[in-house]
């Protein structure tokens, strides 16, 4: 009997195609930074447990990441914010210098990074905040919700 293998590189190349992504440094526990980017940029990040990333290793641990999403009115985009660490464990091991991913999925997603970048170092106990590039990224799957 053959396995049956999931293509995760289509889904990914949709699930990214019209993406930026922000990397964040801050101290900040998760719930204060959605306050704090409701409130300096007008946005509505709400949590959905449903969407939290669970990772089991092979040591049998499971690690979750809560999501924060933020959907524009009356369009399909959105703004995805990931905890990029459960203890020290990280979501993404290639971004342990990071604390927070931000996944924009906008109209001109490069362009929003971009002024979302500009507007990030100017917020107190943001330490960086810088645009990643995809394909530095090699564990990307981890972020598909």
């Given amino acids: 009997m053959a396995k049956l293998m999931l293509d995760m590189s289509a889904m990914q190349e949709d699930f990214f195609a ?9 101290a900040m526990p998760a719930y204060h930074l959605c306050w704090a980017l409701n409130e300096y940029l007008d946005l509505a990040f709400v949590r959905d447990p449903a969407q939290n990333i669970s990772l089991k290793k092979k040591n049998s641990n499971e690690f979750n990441f809560p999501t924060y999403r933020y959907d524009l009115d009356n369009s399909s985009q959105s703004c995805l914010l990931y905890k990029l660490k459960d203890g020290t464990e990280p979501l993404l091991p290639e971004t342990r210098h990071l604390d927070y991913l931000l996944l924009i999925q906008t109209n001109d997603p490069e362009e929003d990074a971009f002024h979302l970048v500009a507007e990030l170092k100017n917020m107190k106990d943001i330490q960086l905040a810088q645009i990643l590039d995809r394909d530095d990224l090699k564990n990307l799957s981890n972020l598909i919700v």
Avoid: L
Wanted: charged fraction near 10%.
């Fill in 18 to 26: 019209d993406a930026a992504m922000v990397g964040i440094a801050s």
